[in-house]
């Protein structure tokens, strides 16, 4: 797995080498590693990095002095190079070194407040836009977030950040309005805990992390980002001796009159993520609907059946049967996975080290709500992690938040994100494949025996394996819910 950090573990981490004297080798390091990756996208861009033209959004702070670095160094490779101050100062020998190269600058710092004088600031700058290659934004750094005041870029410009796009929140991924979304974010030291959730997730692009010597003194991480690799040793493997029971058998709760088709998707999603067996428990037209899609799966007539781990919720409405049978698995104590409207029936108390609870955002303000914390979806939009984080506690439960960077917490706070999620996944349907993937891979793993670090890792690999069913179904021609089902548990890249 990849460690990240938040951006206050970064500046902890800096602060020390900055005592020994390190800073500017810091700096300089920092600035090589943007430069490079700049000129990588300007050859695979545009074929040269001689003759390009670059313009760098330069801040006040170290931020700004990295990216002036950074365009000596283009500079020094015939790369035009102009830095465009968006604040009064800039940092001494950044700018010095820049200039020694042969940079241009231009200033946007005039009098003027409002609208009007916003114009005025940035005509100059303006104008440099029009005719460059690739925009450097390096205004904000770790230290700062919020709000920024920076000319307007050209849409089809392509964007690099340096460490991360200036006004996100680097601890939380927390993003202003208007943020400038980069098509890179280079990034230093460690990967960022704002680049991996939230808007931050959104703005960053892709990126790249620069080394500058931080590992031995980064502490421990914040989150850890799961892997391919991570996901094939967390996954469990037959060994060619097991029978069906020895498999692992899930117990479904799943479906409705009203929502019949919840039923089929987590069914069929169960059996072809290779669960040993399934036992389904659902009203009549349901259970007709997966007798026929899923003919291998076996109808149970109670919540009392023997199982190794139950998956409820999908397309359960309001079925007073339905959520009966929710109340009696979790009294039972049994390993389960709760999703969609089993999450309404769910109590506070009835929480425990072998529940993995599935919500969207809605779902969790909703479930803070019964703890008593008032937040809005809004609000943990903006620092998902940390609302997580609040539920697994408040529940004793392992909480798995979907979204754009699917984000998996124990009680005790370890948490593993997965950001193998494509656009593709937000369509009705794809929750409830979720659900069927899940349960399979917890009835057919020791994962809820092992602690809730184990049941972590178990559904981080679960919304990893759900995004390699996307993608693969996006390669085949089309997307919904019904083919993400066939093809769960399959590898898509």
């Given at each position: 797995?990849?460690?990240?950090?938040?951006?206050?573990?970064?500046?902890?981490?800096?602060?020390?080498?900055?005592?020994?004297?390190?800073?500017?080798?810091?700096?300089?390091?920092?600035?090589h590693?943007?430069?490079?990756h700049?000129?990588?996208?300007?050859?695979?861009?545009?074929?040269?990095?001689?003759?390009?033209?670059?313009?760098?959004?330069?801040?006040?702070?170290?931020?700004?002095?990295?990216?002036?670095?950074?365009?000596?160094?283009?500079?020094g490779?015939?790369?035009?190079?102009?830095?465009?101050?968006v604040?009064?100062?800039?940092h001494?020998?950044?700018l010095?070194?820049?200039r020694?190269?042969?940079?241009?600058?231009?200033?946007?710092?005039v009098?003027?407040?409002?609208?009007?004088?916003?114009?005025?600031?940035?005509?100059?700058?303006?104008?440099?836009?029009?005719?460059?290659?690739?925009?450097?934004?390096?205004?904000?750094?770790?230290?700062?977030?919020?709000?920024?005041?920076?000319?307007?870029?050209?849409?089809?410009?392509?964007?690099?950040?340096?460490?991360?796009?200036?006004?996100?929140?680097?601890?939380?991924?927390a993003?202003?309005?208007?943020t400038?979304?980069?098509?890179?974010?280079?990034?230093f030291?460690?990967?960022?805990?704002?680049?991996?959730?939230?808007?931050?997730?959104?703005?960053?692009?892709?990126?790249?992390?620069?080394?500058?010597?931080?590992?031995?003194?980064?502490?421990?991480?914040?989150?850890?980002?799961?892997?391919?690799?991570?996901?094939e040793?967390?996954?469990?493997?037959?060994?060619?001796?097991?029978?069906k029971?020895?498999?692992?058998?899930?117990?479904?709760i799943?479906?409705?009159?009203?929502?019949?088709?919840?039923?089929?998707?987590?069914?069929?999603?169960?059996?072809n993520?290779?669960v040993?067996?399934?036992?389904?428990?659902?009203?009549?037209?349901?259970?007709?609907?997966i007798?026929?899609?899923?003919?291998?799966?076996?109808?149970?007539?109670?919540?009392?059946?023997?199982?190794?781990?139950?998956?409820?919720?999908?397309?359960?409405?309001?079925?007073a049967?339905?959520?009966?049978?929710?109340e009696?698995?979790?009294?039972?104590?049994?390993?389960?996975?709760?999703?969609?409207?089993?999450?309404?029936?769910?109590?506070?108390?009835?929480?425990?080290?072998?529940?993995?609870?599935?919500?969207?955002?809605?779902?969790?303000?909703?479930?803070l709500?019964?703890?008593?914390?008032?937040?809005?979806?809004?609000?943990?939009?903006?620092?998902?992690?940390?609302?997580?984080?609040?539920?697994?506690?408040?529940?004793?439960?392992?909480?798995?938040?979907?979204?754009?960077?699917?984000?998996?917490?124990?009680?005790?706070g370890?948490?593993?994100?997965?950001?193998?999620?494509?656009?593709?996944?937000?369509?009705?349907?794809?929750?409830?494949?979720?659900?069927?993937?899940?349960?399979?891979?917890?009835?057919?793993?020791?994962?809820a025996g092992?602690?809730?670090?184990?049941?972590?890792?178990?559904a981080?690999?679960?919304?990893?394996?759900?995004?390699?069913?996307?993608?693969?179904?996006g390669?085949?021609?089309?997307?919904?819910?019904?083919?993400?089902?066939?093809?769960a548990?399959?590898?898509?890249?």
């Amino acid at each position: 797995m990849i460690n990240v950090y938040t951006g206050t573990q970064i500046r902890a981490a800096e602060a020390g080498l900055i005592e020994e004297g390190q800073g500017p080798g810091l700096m300089r390091t920092a600035a090589h590693g943007l430069a490079h990756h700049a000129m990588l996208l300007l050859r695979a861009r545009y074929g040269s990095v001689y003759g390009a033209r670059v313009a760098g959004l330069i801040g006040t702070g170290n931020n700004g002095g990295d990216g002036l670095f950074a365009l000596a160094r283009l500079a020094g490779r015939g790369v035009a190079c102009t830095a465009i101050l968006v604040g009064d100062r800039a940092h001494p020998e950044a700018l010095e070194a820049f200039r020694r190269a042969g940079g241009r600058v231009v200033s946007g710092t005039v009098p003027g407040s409002g609208a009007r004088g916003r114009t005025r600031r940035f005509r100059a700058a303006t104008d440099v836009l029009r005719d460059v290659d690739l925009v450097i934004d390096a205004i904000l750094g770790t230290g700062a977030r919020g709000r920024v005041a920076r000319p307007d870029v050209p849409a089809h410009l392509p964007v690099m950040a340096c460490d991360l796009p200036s006004g996100v929140d680097a601890d939380t991924g927390a993003a202003p309005e208007g943020t400038l979304a980069a098509d890179v974010t280079v990034t230093f030291g460690a990967l960022k805990t704002g680049l991996c959730v939230g808007a931050g997730r959104l703005h960053a692009g892709r990126v790249e992390v620069v080394d500058i010597g931080l590992d031995a003194v980064l502490g421990h991480p914040d989150l850890r980002i799961v892997g391919t690799s991570d996901v094939e040793t967390v996954t469990p493997q037959p060994t060619g001796s097991e029978h069906k029971y020895s498999r692992g058998v899930l117990g479904l709760i799943a479906g409705s009159d009203r929502y019949p088709g919840a039923a089929v998707l987590a069914a069929t999603a169960a059996v072809n993520t290779a669960v040993g067996m399934l036992r389904t428990l659902a009203p009549e037209r349901p259970a007709q609907l997966i007798a026929s899609a899923v003919p291998e799966a076996v109808a149970t007539e109670g919540a009392d059946a023997r199982v190794d781990a139950w998956a409820m919720g999908p397309g359960i409405g309001e079925d007073a049967v339905q959520k009966a049978a929710v109340e009696q698995v979790l009294a039972s104590g049994q390993p389960a996975v709760v999703d969609a409207s089993a999450l309404r029936v769910l109590q506070p108390a009835q929480g425990h080290a072998q529940l993995v609870l599935t919500p969207h955002a809605g779902e969790l303000e909703d479930l803070l709500g019964r703890l008593g914390v008032r937040v809005t979806a809004e609000d943990i939009a903006a620092d998902p992690v940390r609302w997580a984080r609040w539920a697994a506690v408040g529940y004793s439960s392992v909480v798995l938040l979907k979204g754009h960077s699917t984000i998996c917490v124990a009680p005790d706070g370890y948490t593993v994100v997965s950001l193998n999620g494509p656009a593709a996944l937000a369509t009705a349907g794809s929750g409830d494949v979720l659900t069927g993937m899940l349960g399979a891979m917890l009835a057919t793993s020791d994962a809820a025996g092992r602690g809730t670090r184990a049941l972590v890792e178990l559904a981080a690999a679960a919304a990893y394996r759900h995004g390699d069913a996307a993608r693969l179904a996006g390669r085949k021609g089309g997307f919904g819910a019904g083919r993400l089902a066939q093809l769960a548990g399959r590898d898509g890249l």
